[in-house]
């Protein structure tokens, strides 16, 4: 069956950020079709589509980040009308081996059939920022009264912050997105 369009990509977010690390993934990777049903050339189409990660609201572990990922992207899919569904999810967690807390995020790309993961940098949290975190408090209003500022994470993020604007979230999650396209994009899956 051939299509007069690209794949259609939702985003398991409402974030702007969100939708634009998972564009940014799709140019590097050079998606353009689903494997030739689409004309060539024809680019993919990514909307926001917000939906519930079902984890907690700054989930803490790998296992609980990715599941929050693999949900969002699940649910896209449920949403209809789309050729993948991408999640993406930002954590904390601690890694063995090294001290402190680290800021993590997980993609994942799912089209029905199989999913895909990836994730993306790892940034040690400044202490005090850890300590509120392990305290019951979420990144994104910490960073905002670290900052004295709103909206961090519509804009560069803890990503661009603990940077000093080196890596901007979006970029950050766009790597996430990256390792998560592999099985889609390349043959050695």
């Known amino acids: 069956m051939t299509r007069d369009r690209g794949p259609r990509v939702g985003v398991g977010s409402g974030n702007p950020v969100k939708r634009r690390a998972v564009e940014r993934a799709l140019e590097t990777a050079g998606l353009e079709n689903d494997g030739g049903e689409a004309p060539a050339g024809e680019p993919p189409t990514v909307e926001s589509v917000p939906v519930a990660s079902g984890v907690s609201e700054q989930p ?10 693999e949900n969002r992207a699940a649910a896209v899919l449920e949403a209809g009308g789309y050729d993948l569904g991408v999640g993406l999810e930002g954590g904390v967690a601690r890694f063995e081996g090294a001290a402190g807390l ?20 790892s940034l040690e949290l400044p202490d005090d920022v850890a ?16 900052l004295d ?13 603990l940077t000093n604007g080196g890596l901007d979230r979006a970029d950050a999650l766009a790597a996430a997105v990256s390792g998560a396209l592999g099985p889609f994009v390349s043959e050695l899956y």
């Open 60 to 69: 803490a572990g790998h296992a609980e980040t990715v599941a929050g990922a």
């Open 102 to 121: 680290f800021l993590v995020m997980w993609a994942a790309v799912d089209d029905g059939d199989r999913v895909g993961r990836g994730a993306g940098p």
């Open 131 to 146: 300590a509120r975190i392990e305290g019951g408090a979420e990144l994104g209003p910490v960073m905002d009264d670290v």
């Open 149 to 161: 500022t709103t909206g961090v994470a519509r804009r560069g993020g803890a990503a661009g912050a």
